[in-house]
């Protein structure tokens, strides 16, 4: 190694603690950033070259750089998505918050070459006030970062020659993991478009045309439809309504045979009132003074098996779905079925 980069080895080793300071500095900015955008990501890394890799690039190329700040990789930083498309997002974010050196920047997602998968990084070369050195930013995918791994591991981008046998099966796989990142996109994409129309039709009242699934039972649920039964039950004693999942519902409506939002509503219209006698019994003799926000649709479940035939059985099935399998639930059951067998709807 000549006189020049001994001297640059020099300045590295002299600048390292500004090296450190820029790194946490480039870190600490960008998650505070990606937490304010609500954008989740895999992992955000950071790293200082050590000297051993320095070295390694000043016996290559050493004398492109006049001075140490021309490298401009001293300091990396990395941020693995989940999502192609976030990878355009986050270098939005991070056009607004670095000053960019777009001639050394550079994406490789767009040279398209046969064996680039794993290396279609955007690698942006950033600087932050304050600071003589610039940093790199890679932003890559999981699978994209998964595959340059395993290519590192089995040499394939190291110069060793590889069997052409292994660099087409190699580049097979390549293909499909590039397909299954655009397709995971694809697919997040849809299902906020199809989230977004459920929402829409919820909000139109055209529930018969939604059909019961986890999304749209949420959906469903955060317009409140048992409110007014639940305002109701509470007044018997003054409680305080206290909230709680609804999801766990969502396997017994199905066996109610609830197969759109339709079919939920009509189901509460129909049963609400003795729900609600169903609660006076429950509550009335009782100081409880707290309930939960369930209770409404809790009852409306149990008047709907009984006044259907499902008997003390199909109350112990429905609490084996809401509790999980118990020794509680048949008494749970019987309790229950003694405190209705004297309301009409049993009668």
Not at 16 to 23: G, T
Not at 28 to 56: M, P, Y
Not at 162 to 167: N, V
Not at 193 to 203: A, S
Request: net charge negative; with cysteine; aromatic share 8%.
């Amino acid at each position: 190694m000549d006189l020049h980069c001994e001297m640059l080895l020099e300045d590295y080793q002299a600048a390292l603690p500004e090296l450190e300071r820029l790194k946490e500095e480039a870190l600490r900015t960008l998650r505070e950033a990606l937490d304010r955008n609500g954008l989740i990501v895999t992992a955000v890394e950071g790293r200082v070259k050590t000297r051993e890799s320095l070295e390694g690039k000043l016996a290559l190329k050493g004398a492109k750089y006049a001075q140490l700040s021309d490298v401009t990789d001293l300091v990396g930083a990395r941020i693995v998505t989940f999502y192609t498309d976030d990878v355009d997002r986050i270098a939005a974010m991070a056009e607004q918050l670095f000053e960019i050196d777009w001639e050394n920047s550079v994406d490789k997602r767009r040279l398209h070459q046969l064996d680039s998968f794993g290396y279609n990084s955007l690698h942006y070369i950033c600087r932050l006030p304050g600071y003589q050195f610039r940093f790199e930013l890679q932003l890559r995918t999981t699978l994209q970062h998964a595959w340059a791994a395993i290519n590192h591991d089995t040499g394939y981008k190291s110069g060793i020659e590889i069997p052409k046998e292994y660099m087409r099966r190699m580049n097979r796989l390549a293909g499909l993991l590039e397909m299954a990142d655009d397709e995971f996109s694809r697919i997040r994409t849809e299902i906020t478009d199809y989230r977004r129309r459920v929402q829409q039709l919820v909000q139109k009242g055209k529930l018969d045309d939604v059909l019961l699934d986890g999304d749209t039972f949420r959906s469903y649920m955060q317009s409140k439809p048992l409110n007014s039964l639940n305002k109701r039950i509470a007044a018997i004693n003054q409680a305080e309504i206290q909230d709680a999942p609804f999801i766990r519902y969502l396997r017994v409506l199905k066996a109610l045979k609830c197969n759109t939002l339709g079919d939920v509503e009509r189901l509460i219209r129909k049963y609400e009132e003795d729900a609600y006698l169903l609660a006076r019994h429950q509550l009335g003799n009782t100081d409880i003074d707290i309930i939960s926000s369930a209770l409404g649709l809790q009852n409306i479940c149990i008047v709907c098996i009984l006044s259907t035939g499902g008997g003390k059985i199909g109350l112990v099935r429905l609490f084996d779905v809401l509790n999980g399998h118990n020794s509680q639930n048949e008494t749970l059951a019987e309790m229950t079925y003694n405190q209705a067998k004297q309301l009409p709807f049993m009668i």
